[in-house]
């Protein structure tokens, strides 16, 4: 391009000329390179040292290490190492071999960390192959197949220098059709732990082992004196089952030197078990569980576990922190649910375990912190908070990592656990090889962290809540090898918080904005603490007129604490399903107190008495109930003289009472009234019966009218008896003594005759005593009693 540029019939110009050597040097670079690097890669695969490669069927061999024995090497001993090694190419890899690289010390927690993270990758260097006999040869390995392997070495072989951590590559190299030469097809990185004298100073170490399930049991409990308990599912009897994670996890922690850290929910579902208990079924029906002797077994190796232990008790049923403290104080009550979750902690760690629990330490999700969760966790009595450093982290540049224990202000201890050490054993563990790499970096990272400083420390390790099974055993399986180790001791969690802080360490709490995003996600929302709200005020307005408050309170108590577990984060439906189904039990219980309906009356006359039925289909007693009826018309019609009328109800269980109002009337006309239940402290009870009473008493302007016409009928009466007497008297005269045959004496004497004759022409019934008149027709209610109501009293409908 340059000659191009130049004009014809002229030479170049030296400018010119040094641009087109310079670039034809640089186009003949790569072959150049590409001739020096055969050479040299034939020195670097006989030394054992891979490079880069940028072939395609680089790591086309998966190395899967399986195990590695003993997790800690000492003076000798030899390690054992097995595993697979499996083709995923599409071609067969031929004269292939698995040997063993030693690699560099690492020197910093950061080292340990990155290597874990590339243990399968075949960039960088590996370090010189151990080599000789001990090696694996495979003739050839045919695509899809796993082959296994093993190897043992003396530890003298592997060369290993001062005390530290030093890489181990699993490494394999082979050829194929394609490229018929030794190369790196795969490797797996780990690490060799290197102490094999007493450490100098070692560090105390602290793990704490969780004993924490999801919500099993429900706020339903039988109607018999023991009541029954009712659970949601049967998976906790699985859990506890041989082979289950929570029998795994006590299995393995009995045998080592842990703090226990237990929800009390967990204790008192499986004490549960061990009696009579039924299991909601899918249909909605329930079914009589039948694990009995597996809750047992399960709760006496408990007890023996513990026995010498130090055990932490959560708050029951391990209410979520950071949702409470983000989302739940704005609702009035919410943090009296935590009190009342740490409470009830004595009254069942302690009599089924029969140790005192520890209840001072609060642990947030993940050890997540900021001011407000502090500030909750502290409110129920708790004066000390598990954190985790990758919150509260260290800003102040230690070159090594500080105690757990610091202060944070308020007469507050932050124990502050290890997040390397605490997250190496979440993730998917279900396969060896993982768990293998998982309890080697675990080791690796306690190694390095001795060897930071001649500073004795204290650390602590909280692993994720709810371990699985395959989980637990790498945990074990690390804790195991720690404990023999010679850098560290064990220390139990009230020791950790106890040790002299670290004056350099990191005491200022993360702001509310720091908090993960990812955690905030899965907290409990406000709506839950609403709902949560609710069912207490119905329970609140509930056991206030019960006999025995605490068949409802504690069954309903312990269901509300479950509602807002930490175990509901990752599964809102599930969260949302188990409040509403416990409100909506609470409420099918508070309708079992109800009154009955009436149907509308008649009232005829000046007064009446209208019963009213309060019924009770609990199986206990209510009281301290009052039952008002009122009028919405006074002026028409007056309850025991007033607008309305209220008089104390008590009602036996499976029983009615009936209440009786006597009513005056005052106009004819339709009057509505309205009859409440209510409790004590004036708050409504249940729902209202209304009914209509139709008034037909008749007023005195009536009364009056009514009045005169008698009178009158009376006068016309009087006036007819008269004009007769007379004229009898007068035809007496005109006959005379002897006229008709006989004395005037001799005539049959009739004095009522009169009377009957106006009797007949009235058809009135005119007695004074007859009780009753033709203006008060029979009334349709009963008429006014003053026998009082009857407690307990069954009324037909």
């Given at each position: 391009m340059a000659e191009a540029a130049d004009f014809q019939g002229t030479h170049p110009s030296p400018a010119r000329r040094w641009l087109r050597r310079t670039g034809a040097l640089l186009a003949g670079a790569p072959l150049l390179a590409g001739l020096l690097q055969l050479p040299s890669a034939a020195s670097a695969d006989a030394a054992g040292q891979f490079p880069s490669q940028d072939a395609s069927d680089t790591g086309s061999v998966s190395v899967a290490l399986d195990s590695l024995s003993p997790d800690v090497l000492t003076d000798g001993d030899a390690l054992t190492v097995s595993g697979t090694v499996t083709n995923n190419g599409k071609q067969t890899v031929t004269g292939a071999h698995v040997g063993l690289s030693v690699g560099p010390k690492l020197n910093t927690r950061s080292d340990v960390q990155d290597t874990a993270q590339r243990s399968d990758s075949v960039q960088g260097s590996t370090g010189p192959e151990v080599g000789g006999k001990y090696v694996e040869k495979f003739s050839k390995l045919t695509p899809g197949v796993a082959e296994p392997f093993s190897i043992t070495v003396p530890v003298d072989k592997l060369d290993l220098g001062g005390d530290g951590v030093y890489q181990l590559a699993v490494s394999l190299s082979g050829q194929t059709s394609a490229q018929p030469w030794d190369k790196l097809l795969g490797i797996e990185r780990t690490f060799l732990p290197w102490q094999p004298d007493e450490a100098d100073t070692k560090t105390k170490t602290t793990f704490l082992w969780p004993l924490v399930s999801t919500v099993h049991m429900t706020a339903e409990t039988g109607s018999n004196e023991q009541q029954t308990p009712v659970f949601l599912n049967d998976d906790l009897a699985k859990e506890i089952a041989p082979g289950g994670r929570l029998d795994e996890m006590l299995s393995l922690g009995k045998d080592l030197d842990v703090t226990w850290v237990i929800d009390p929910d967990l204790l008192a579902s499986v004490d549960a078990m061990t009696r009579s208990y039924r299991v909601r079924t899918d249909s909605g029906n329930t079914t009589a569980g039948t694990h009995q002797a597996v809750a047992k077994q399960w709760l006496g190796e408990l007890q023996q576990a513990v026995a010498d232990k130090e055990v932490v008790a959560l708050p029951f049923a391990d209410p979520d922190l950071a949702s409470l403290a983000h989302n739940g104080t704005s609702v009035s009550g919410s943090l009296s649910?935590?009190?009342?979750?740490t409470d009830v902690v004595a009254n069942t760690v302690e009599p089924i375990l029969h140790v005192k629990a520890n209840t001072d330490f609060a642990w947030?999700?993940?050890?997540?912190?900021?001011?407000?969760?502090?500030?909750?966790?502290t409110s129920a009595g708790a004066d000390k908070v598990i954190a985790r450093s990758d919150s509260l982290q260290e800003t102040a540049g230690l070159p090594y990592t500080p105690s757990a224990a610091r202060p944070i202000g308020g007469g507050?201890?932050?124990?502050?656990?290890?997040?390397?050490?605490?997250?190496?054993?979440?993730?998917?563990l279900t396969k060896a090889s993982a768990s293998t790499l998982a309890v080697q970096q675990f080791l690796a990272q306690s190694l390095t962290l001795d060897k930071q400083t001649n500073k004795q420390r204290s650390i602590v390790v909280a692993p994720q809540r709810m371990p699985t099974t395959r989980q637990a055993q790498a945990m074990a399986a690390a804790l195991t090898a720690l404990q023999g180790s010679n850098w560290s001791e064990s220390q139990d969690l009230a020791s950790a918080a106890k040790a002299k802080p670290d004056p350099g360490a990191t005491t200022a709490v993360p702001s509310t904005s720091a908090y993960p995003p990812s955690l905030r996600k899965q907290e409990l929302p406000r709506s839950a603490f609403d709902a949560i709200a609710t069912t207490q005020d119905k329970l609140d307005n509930f056991q206030v007129i019960l006999s025995d408050e605490s068949r409802v309170v504690t069954p309903f108590g312990r269901a509300i604490n479950r509602g807002m577990s930490t175990s509901w984060r990752g599964r809102p439906a599930g969260a949302e399903s188990f409040r509403i189904n416990v409100e909506n039990h609470l409420t099918e219980l508070t309708s079992q107190v109800k009154l009955i309906d009436k149907s509308d009356t008649k009232l005829s006359g000046r007064s009446a008495t209208i019963p009213v039925t309060v019924q009770n289909n609990l199986v206990q007693g209510v009281e301290h109930l009052?039952?008002?009826?009122?009028?919405?018309?006074?002026?028409?019609?007056?309850?025991?003289?007033?607008?309305y009328q209220e008089q104390p109800v008590t009602v036996s269980g499976g029983h009615s009472q009936t209440v009786k109002f006597t009513t005056s009337a005052k106009a004819n006309g339709q009057a509505t009234v309205v009859a409440q239940l209510y409790t004590q402290d004036g708050q409504e009870y249940g729902d209202a019966v209304t009914f209509d009473v139709k008034v037909t008493e008749f007023t005195a302007t009536v009364m009056l009218v009514i009045g005169g016409g008698f009178l009158l009928l009376v006068l016309a009466g009087f006036r007819m008896y008269t004009q007769r007497k007379r004229a009898a008297a007068r035809e007496a005269e005109e006959d005379g003594p002897g006229e008709a045959g006989g004395e005037p004496e001799d005539r049959p004497k009739n004095p009522e005759g009169p009377a009957d004759h106006l009797k007949e022409?009235?058809?009135?019934?005119?007695?004074?005593?007859?009780?009753?008149?033709?203006?008060?027709?029979?009334?349709?209610t009963a008429p006014e009693s003053a026998d009082p109501s009857g407690t307990g009293e069954r009324v037909d409908r």
């Open positions: 649910h935590l009190k009342e979750a947030p999700v993940e050890g997540a912190v900021d001011p407000s969760i502090i500030k909750v966790a507050t201890t932050a124990v502050v656990a290890d997040a390397r050490l605490s997250t190496v054993f979440q993730g998917d009052t039952l008002r009826l009122t009028s919405t018309s006074p002026t028409r019609l007056q309850i025991g003289g007033d607008a022409e009235s058809g009135t019934d005119a007695r004074a005593d007859d009780p009753e008149q033709p203006s008060d027709p029979t009334p349709d």
